[in-house]
């Protein structure tokens, strides 16, 4: 009974206190503090005032969260800022070094294809059956136009990965924050009735394209499938397969990150599509954080299944007193739940016991990711804005 | 192996589960491969040069054959998803192995296909073959060349182990169509002349 006053009563009553909120902003305070204090010594203006703007953007998000107990809202604004800020930076950026967003085939056999996230499940049968990345990059920094190169990628990616599993894919991905966006706009959904088979659709493109990647030797989804080409970085269309590749990027990007979250209020590239999700998910199975539904709290109101933007729970599921493993630690549900029976859960501990201190060590980790990794880019494709005015 | 993954794998998966069950199919799909070879063995050592002939009518021979991989790829992943259950003996009749009837036409497609399509090792041992002395020896070649690249499914057989759910013969159903789509565009586009990736 003592447990479940402590967690019921400060969440229905009152906001938490302001010094409290305060104290558990302060590491994250000090972390943005560091991270961004390299562009305080930046002789360009437009990058120090977009490192400030930056770190207490980022501050105040999480001051946010502990001061009323939500994590989705306040994370939504930070992953839709990145979500539209990175396209800015990157474009930014590949039009300054090469004066176009479209990469010729010279520039990929020489090996200066910027390199992301997404290909890192096609390059590793290939990479372990023929000892070769197929990926027209550099593997280390310096020789590639991103600067880092794949491994340093890779190596972020991994570490990340180890401690939030999918949660990358709410604190990290730099695609989703459009389609998040989108999804918030309507108030209600247009579109109810969604066949849930669509959610194998991610394992579905992950099978196709990793098969496809070995026997191509090229990163298959990159060339044929990626919709965030259509606002990074795409196939110079030079001959008729460039303009049909190019088709593809734009009629997915506008089906899937546009049209369809506005009609349905879900992250459907997330849910349905994306490769890298389905590897992600995976992970989750390695992260000690989770989101449990403690059943004798349940009423079963469904308002969690809902709210969910990647339908990773169901009816069976939410019985079972747990999410499925496309899960991606948003906090969606948990925010959603009137009667607090989503709750977030360390795995080994016993459920909904102190879940404020799982949610806390959560965000701790994934909000610490998120300034080092999204601040500075959200803070690179500020200071590209601000570049105009200042 | 990688060649023929996308097509082997995905529908290996939609199948049902059990290693017999799965290595029928390979053999099915690896004899039907082999007829593909030494058809192709035939005509390569009959033309002589077969691998050699002008890129147009190569390509409209290369494109026929990935159309056609596409549409068997698309009708056997339709197929699985509707194949109407057979009718169930009673429980005395189940232990004495009245199984489910199985069609191998479409293991046996794809098998086939698979051998005539141009892989480049494949291409390579076509030049080989046409080089020989007699169709003797060319098929020879052809079915030495099989058996060497057979070895490398053997491990597949042990996707058989894995439990099927309607998750897995899903995905496994909704990658062959993605495959198919694939085929279908580079097949279109060898027809139709453009240059291809790869080719």
Redesign the interface.
């Known amino acids: 009974m003592d447990t479940e006053a402590q967690i019921l009563k400060p969440r229905e009553t009152a906001p938490r206190s302001l010094g409290r909120s305060v104290l558990l902003t302060l590491p994250i305070t000090l972390w943005s503090l560091l991270i961004f204090s390299n562009s305080y010594r930046q002789p360009n203006r437009s990058v120090e005032i977009a490192g400030i703007i930056t770190a207490v953007f980022m501050m105040a998000l999480f001051f946010m969260m502990m001061r009323t107990w939500s994590t989705y809202r306040w994370r939504r604004w930070f992953f839709v800022a990145l979500g539209l800020l990175f396209p800015v930076g990157f474009i930014h950026e590949v039009m300054v070094m090469r004066g176009s967003m479209g990469i010729p085939m010279e520039e990929m056999i020489a090996g200066r294809t910027p390199f992301c996230y997404l290909p890192i499940p096609l390059l590793i049968l290939p990479a372990a059956l023929t000892k070769t990345v197929v990926f027209p990059g550099s593997i280390l920094p310096g020789g590639g136009m991103s600067g880092g190169g794949m491994a340093a990628m890779a190596g972020l990616w991994l570490a990340i990965t180890i401690v939030v599993g999918k949660g990358w894919c709410s604190y990290a991905c730099f695609f989703g924050g459009i389609e998040e966006g989108m999804a918030s706009v309507p108030k209600r959904a247009k579109l109810r009735k969604i066949d849930p088979r669509w959610r194998y659709g991610p394992w579905a493109v992950l099978l196709a394209m990793v098969l496809l990647s070995l026997a191509l030797f090229e990163p298959a989804y990159c060339m044929w499938l990626c919709p965030f080409k259509a606002v990074s970085e795409y196939v110079a269309a030079r001959n008729t397969v460039g303009m049909i590749q190019n088709g593809i990027f734009v009629v997915l990007f506008a089906g899937l990150v546009i049209v369809l979250p506005l009609l349905t209020k879900k992250r459907t590239q997330c849910a349905f599509f994306c490769p890298f999700g389905a590897f992600q998910s995976i992970f989750n199975k390695m992260s000690v954080f989770e989101v449990k539904i403690d059943p004798e709290r349940c009423s079963p109101c469904v308002l969690c299944q809902t709210a969910c933007p990647t339908m990773s729970l169901t009816e069976e599921s939410i019985a079972q007193g747990k999410t499925l493993m496309s899960c991606m630690k948003c906090g969606a549900c948990v925010d959603a739940c009137p009667k607090h029976a989503a709750v977030w859960h360390i795995k080994g501990t016993e459920v909904a016991v102190k879940p404020e201190r799982a949610r806390l060590m959560l965000l701790y980790a994934s909000w610490g990711m998120a300034v080092m990794f999204g601040g500075t880019i959200i803070a690179q494709g500020l200071a590209t804005i601000l570049h105009v005015f200042v | 192996m990688?060649?023929c993954?996308?097509v082997v794998?995905?529908s290996l998966?939609a199948e049902g589960a059990g290693v017999r069950l799965s290595s029928r199919f390979l053999s099915t799909f690896l004899g039907a491969r082999f007829l593909g070879y030494l058809l192709f063995a035939a005509l390569a050592w009959e033309l002589g040069v077969l691998v050699a002939l002008p890129p147009a009518p190569r390509l409209v021979m290369m494109g026929v054959v990935h159309v056609l991989l596409a549409g068997v790829l698309l009708w056997y992943a339709y197929s699985i998803g509707h194949a109407r259950p057979q009718p169930r003996p009673g429980p005395e009749l189940v232990t004495i192995g009245v199984a489910r009837k199985r069609s191998i036409t479409g293991p046996a497609a794809l098998g086939f296909l698979t051998g005539l399509s141009l892989c480049p090792p494949f291409v390579i041992a076509g030049v080989r073959a046409a080089e020989m002395d007699s169709a003797a020896a060319a098929l020879l070649f052809f079915a030495v060349f099989f058996v060497g690249t057979s070895v490398w499914f053997v491990p597949l057989v042990s996707l058989g182990c894995v439990r099927r759910s309607?998750?897995v013969t899903?995905?496994?159903?909704?990658?062959m169509?993605?495959?198919a789509f694939?085929y279908l565009?580079l097949g279109s586009?060898m027809l139709v002349g453009?240059?291809?990736?790869?080719y």
């Open positions: 990688a060649s993954g996308p794998v995905p998966l309607q998750a899903t995905v496994a159903r909704m990658a169509a993605l495959i694939y565009y586009a453009r240059k291809v990736y790869g």
